[in-house]
């Protein structure tokens, strides 16, 4: 909850674009929201107001919510928790620990985020993949390079306002507090995961980059916050032999596809007839356009993850020999396309390294099937529906380069088919979805972990109880606030057993 002094209230309201615009630039906002199912574009706000009934000026010596108040623990605190990863779940954990006077450690194998940014900016030249600083590994996770997106289905898993307070804290936009699909844009996280981590030194905390942890380097006697993300490979090979209880669980794999952003507006605004100005005018009071598209094949889901309009595909993996393609947006989301994935629900069978071997055998023929370095094999997506080669590509958002490949013939049947399939689908509800002008590109494996990390009620690990997995990689949080929120939570947990 947004914390306001005095007796205050809410007023919804319903309107146009435009006088919506109006009313954001001058009054306090609590939320906002598009709604663009009919072809009368509408948007929703809940304003704050006084008692007299008055909305509340934006400027308004409101607070607009508790700053959080972090102790200094240069001399160890309540205690020394340590955390394996820095992103959203290592980083949330470590700021709670401080709140309540405890000490983390963070071990983060991955560099500092700027020194991250040039090994990024390397492997979108195409000159090669640093397995250490990627779009995975380093300060801030597989978040820091993202859409940002800060929202999350899972309603349960702890306070979401809290986490979006935090990142406000450190410098997210305003709009992040009150919009409902908010998303901060990978230009701004840098600094944010920056701020984050100074402040976390300031306060006694140490961090160390470069420091690749492993179980086997533990005596037991120190909690360890396990927030390693879902790519580090290499670690849960290395838990799984040191006896840590994992198990395979739900996932699910397919690939990215890639539309011109102006498509994508015209079918999700119902701009049909519209010229390119009525278009520009529109997207400048509400943005790009974005989808989210499910249905059912066989049984199982197949749906569109994680979409950035205005965005970017990137190359997201930590293998050398696989492919791997995510997607990205800056804060104003304003390139000229729009991508998501498109991804089928799995189950796979069998243990949870043979879950990892999966996700690696599909990451491998990706990689077979690509150009060189970080290329990424790619279809026109009509092509790819009906099964055709297609001779050449449209121009895509990928800086590597995409080279064309038929993913309709290589793609595991239990994917590439229930993809088509879907696609059609999708189609049929947007007609035109499905066009040579749209690009798919492979693979997006990694949308979630196929593995979990079992731990009980008080998030430590059943094997090992010293052990407190969280976060994505644990599998028991996906995206970046439900792993903060998982961080949130395990490090209350903590600090509950410790007291
Ligand atoms: C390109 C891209 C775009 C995304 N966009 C969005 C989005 O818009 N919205 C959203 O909600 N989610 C998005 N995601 C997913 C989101 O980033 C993750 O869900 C989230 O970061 C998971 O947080 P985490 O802290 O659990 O793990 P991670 O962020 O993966 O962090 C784990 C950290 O642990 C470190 N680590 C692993 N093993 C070790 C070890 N042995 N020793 C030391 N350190 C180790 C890694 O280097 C890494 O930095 C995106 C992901 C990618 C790759």
Redesign the pocket.
């Known amino acids: 909850m947004q914390c306001f002094s005095g007796s205050m209230e809410t007023r919804q309201l319903i309107l146009t674009p435009e006088g919506a615009k109006e009313i954001e630039q001058q009054y306090r906002i609590v939320k906002r929201s598009v709604d663009a199912r009919q072809r009368d574009l509408k948007v929703l706000l809940t304003v704050l107001v006084d008692a007299q009934g008055c909305m509340v000026p934006k400027d308004a010596p409101v607070p607009l919510y508790e700053a959080p108040v972090f102790q200094h623990v240069q001399d160890g605190g309540k205690g020394t928790v340590k955390i394996?990863?820095?992103?959203?779940?290592?980083?949330?954990a470590a700021l709670t620990l401080l709140e309540h006077g405890y000490k983390p450690i963070i071990?983060?194998?991955?560099k500092d985020v700027s020194s991250r940014k040039r090994d990024i900016a390397l492997l979108n030249q195409n000159k090669g993949l640093n397995t250490?600083s990627n779009?995975?590994?380093?300060?801030?996770?597989?978040?820091?390079?993202?859409?940002?997106?800060?929202?999350?289905r899972s309603k349960k898993r702890g306070n979401m306002q809290r986490v979006m307070e935090l990142f406000h804290y450190f410098g997210a936009d305003d709009n992040i507090l009150y919009e409902a699909h908010a998303?901060?844009g990978?230009d701004k996280l840098s600094g944010i995961i920056r701020r984050m981590r100074e402040c976390i030194v300031e306060h006694g905390g140490e961090v160390y980059f470069d420091?690749?942890?492993?179980i086997r380097n533990e005596d037991g006697k120190t909690p360890v916050i396990l927030?390693?993300?879902?790519?580090?490979h290499?670690?849960y090979r290395?838990l799984a032999a040191a006896g840590v209880q994992l198990e395979a669980k739900g996932c699910a794999m397919g690939v990215r596809v890639e539309h011109p952003q102006s498509l994508i507006n015209r079918l999700m605004y119902h701009l049909k007839g519209k010229s390119d100005e009525q278009q520009r005018q529109l997207t400048a009071l509400i943005g790009n356009a974005a989808y989210q598209l499910v249905t059912q094949v066989d049984g199982q889901g197949v749906y569109s993850f994680?979409m950035?309009p205005g965005g970017h595909i990137?190359p997201?993996g930590?293998d050398p020999d696989g492919c791997?393609v995510?997607?990205?947006?800056a804060s104003h989301r304003n390139s000229p396309y729009a991508n998501s994935g498109i991804v089928v629900e799995l189950h796979p069978a069998g243990s949870a390294l043979e879950a990892l071997n999966y996700q690696e055998h599909l990451e491998h023929l990706a990689k077979a099937h690509g150009g060189t370095e970080a290329q990424a094999p790619a279809q026109r997506l009509k092509d790819f529906v009906e099964g055709k080669a297609c001779k050449d590509l449209p121009s895509c958002s990928y800086l590597p380069g995409i080279v064309p490949s038929r993913l309709d013939e290589w793609l595991p049947r239990e994917i590439g088919e229930r993809l088509r399939q879907g696609f059609r689908d999708f189609d049929r509800k947007y007609p035109g979805f499905v066009t040579n002008d749209a690009v798919v590109v492979g693979v997006e494996s990694?949308?979630?972990s196929p593995v979990r990390i079992v731990r009980n009620d008080a998030m430590q690990s059943v094997s090992h109880p010293w052990l407190y997995p969280?976060?994505?990689?644990?599998g028991y949080?996906?995206?970046?606030?439900?792993?903060?929120m998982?961080?949130i939570r395990a490090a209350n947990s903590i600090c509950e057993a410790f007291q």
């Open positions: 394996v990863g820095a992103g959203p779940a290592g980083l949330f071990y983060e194998r991955g250490e779009y995975c590994f380093g300060e801030g996770g597989a978040g820091t390079f993202s859409d940002g997106k800060l929202f999350s998303h901060i990978s420091t690749k942890w492993n927030a390693i993300g879902h790519s580090a290499d670690t290395e994680c950035c990137v997201a930590s791997v995510n997607g990205m947006s990694r949308s979630s969280c976060g994505e990689g644990a949080a996906g995206g970046i606030t439900s792993s903060a998982d961080g």
